[in-house]
């Protein structure tokens, strides 16, 4: 299986659209059991609006629960939405949930990444999932002295993506939320908000929650384990190894279709914190 | 937002800038799917609703100061407009000018029998 494979499989096993009442806003992915992160600007800054989460079958009903930058009416209206422009959502309600491996450090400079959003790329009407790669160029400062945004290139962020994860094709970790695109038409590619950001900003909800289900439930490190070896490099043809290791794990994690979350997903209840499975 | 009665009402506002909007801009644009969404705004006001209103009527109410008419219509758009921190209220533009359109009517029972008209302009 080549690695663009096993990156589209696990990013949709954590990336969702995210609706409000007035349709498709823009896409969220889980970081922890019963919180997903998004763009602030895709829910306006609104702090405590009601939102749902939606893939495939599967639903999730949650609430804006912190919104950074935290003063949404002196920044609602700006484009680009200033840093970092992201906002925690809880999930009320809904069935169990994989959530992204967040990365702790940056990734290296040229790091190929892929990141799955929610487009109305095909018609301009119908929402619909859409993934595309991208290598790190650089990073930018911003005004907030703390948020220092990682830039892509190489590949054409579309109206929708903001709040997609973006995977590192070389590790398998999400290395941060993609926000903003540098142009759109064009593939210069577009900002992310890096994962180790996100991680700091809501230290137990996010940090230790991610850390936590990882710790617990391993299959995502074992889906991308190939992803880290040297080997992997070559990937793509079966001649390079691997490939049914990494397939068949990926397959656990996915329930074996992109866009499907789990063959175990499904119990709705109140979100429970804890013992979810992938 | 609130409007100044203090009643909460939710807009949509669409970015002026290009560059939140269209596939021509030239430099970065959020890529959310929908129009920007005000905040939840409780924190929101409308700025200067009640001054333009109120601006718009007492001129066209000074303008006929010398021939009160006996009945009085104005028609006027309010645009709302998004700015940094605050929403503004302007009166609507159509193709460069502000429309504010007028109809006044008197009764002219002092002149025999009764006898109406309107009028309607447009301001700039």
């Known amino acids: ?278 | 937002m609130m409007l100044p009665s203090g009643d909460p009402i939710w807009v949509r506002v669409q970015v002026a800038e290009s560059a939140a909007t269209g596939e021509q801009t030239a430099g970065p644009a959020d890529v959310g799917l929908g129009e920007r969404i005000a905040p939840a705004v409780d924190t929101l006001r409308l700025r200067g609703f009640a001054e333009t209103v109120r601006g718009v009527v007492a001129s066209v109410w000074e303008a006929l100061d010398e021939h009160r008419p006996d009945s009085l219509q104005v028609e006027f758009g309010i645009e709302i407009v998004a700015r940094p921190g605050a929403l503004l209220s302007v009166l609507a533009e159509v193709g460069g000018s502000a429309q504010v359109r007028v109809a006044a009517s008197w009764d002219r029972r002092d002149a025999g029998p009764s006898l109406s008209c309107s009028e309607e302009s447009d301001a700039e």
């Open chain 1, 1 to 278: 299986m080549r690695r663009e494979d096993t990156a589209e499989r696990l990013l949709a096993a954590c990336s969702v659209r995210l609706d409000t009442d007035a349709g498709p806003q823009g896409t969220a992915f889980f970081v922890a059991p019963g919180y997903a992160v998004t763009a602030a600007h895709v829910i306006g800054g609104a702090d405590g609006l009601q939102i749902q989460l939606v893939e495939g079958p599967h639903n999730w009903h949650g609430h804006v629960a912190d919104v950074r930058p935290p003063h949404a009416s002196e920044t609602a209206a700006m484009s680009p939405y200033p840093a970092p422009d992201i906002a925690l959502i809880k999930v009320d309600d809904g069935p169990e949930h994989a959530c992204a491996l967040l990365s702790r450090q940056l990734p290296g400079a040229g790091a190929r990444v892929m990141a799955r959003g929610y487009t109305h790329t095909f018609d301009q009407v119908a929402v619909t999932a859409e993934t595309e790669t991208f290598h790190l160029t650089g990073t930018l400062e911003t005004p907030d002295r703390d948020c220092r945004l990682l830039k892509l290139g190489l590949g054409e962020v579309t109206k929708g993506m903001s709040g997609a994860p973006v995977l590192d094709l070389g590790t398998g970790d999400v290395i941060g939320m993609l926000r903003t695109s540098r142009k759109l038409s064009s593939n210069l590619g577009g900002w992310v908000v890096p994962a180790d950001l996100i991680r700091l900003l809501w230290p137990d909800e996010v940090g230790l929650g991610n850390d936590r289900f990882h710790e617990r439930d391993s299959r995502w490190r074992e889906g991308t384990h190939q992803l880290r070896e040297p080997s992997a490099a070559k990937e793509g043809t079966a001649a390079h190894g691997g490939a049914s290791i990494e397939g068949d794990v990926v397959s656990v994690i996915t329930g074996g279709n992109v866009g499907s979350v789990n063959i175990e997903y499904g119990r709705r209840s109140g979100h429970r914190d804890g013992s979810g499975t992938l």
